[in-house]
């Protein structure tokens, strides 16, 4: 494991990450149990303060991550790539062959055609290609991975686009979140004791 130190937090990274990461810190059911994620939670109890970092395609299998990555996914106007991204996870799991074209065909007109609700953003020779895979000829099998290079750069505009704004976001909320609870403790320290003096009836 590697680990670099800052004033304010410790960003660890496990093996084989990529560069841009998100905080555990925010989402700790990310962390599973193995030799290397054990140390990383006794490290994570022994530091308060730190913050624990793992790639996009770590982050994607925790549920809270996913609905808050869509919400900002949402909020840039580019959420049509997670729910394709979603939508095609789906559809190579489908084991019956008119079944998938069916949803080839949906997934097509919805993602990949020119004028589809949710176009996403990919290369004129893949959108083409896509194309030819579900209506040339109609009725052949259609494989399961014949959204895979759409899938690719789809998931590569996430990753190297998206989500390092997403990072950048949630740091910047976790550093401000601490920066105010910082302040209100030294503001209830600060507080004089207030003196309450009772006076005793009259017999």
């Known amino acids: 494991l590697r680990s670099s130190h800052t004033s304010n937090h410790t960003a660890i990274l496990p093996p084989h ?12 059911s990310a962390i599973t149990m193995s030799s290397a994620t054990i140390a990383l939670r006794r490290r994570s109890r022994s530091a308060p303060a730190s913050v624990v970092f793992f790639d996009l395609e770590t982050m994607l299998g925790v549920p809270r ?20 991204w979603d939508h095609v996870q789906q559809y190579k799991k489908i084991k019956s062959s008119s079944d998938r074209i069916v949803q080839a065909i949906t997934i097509y007109q919805t993602y990949i055609s ?12 893949t959108r083409q290609s896509i194309g030819g895979s579900v209506y040339v000829p109609f009725r052949s099998i259609v494989s399961r991975d014949m959204f895979k290079r759409a899938e690719e750069e789809v998931f590569h505009n996430m990753k190297f ?4 704004m997403f990072c950048s976001q949630q740091q910047k909320q976790l550093l401000q979140t601490k920066r105010t609870r910082s302040a209100s403790d030294t503001a209830a320290r600060a507080k004089p004791i207030e003196t309450i003096t009772t006076t005793r009836p009259q017999m």
């Open 17 to 28: 990450t990529h560069t841009h990461l998100t905080s555990i810190a925010l989402y700790p």
């Open 65 to 84: 991550f996913r609905k808050d990555f869509t919400s900002f996914l949402r909020s840039q106007h580019c959420e049509e790539n997670m729910l394709f």
């Open 114 to 125: 020119d004028g589809g609700s949710r176009q996403v953003n990919i290369s004129d020779e």
């Open 161 to 164: 686009h998206s989500y390092p």
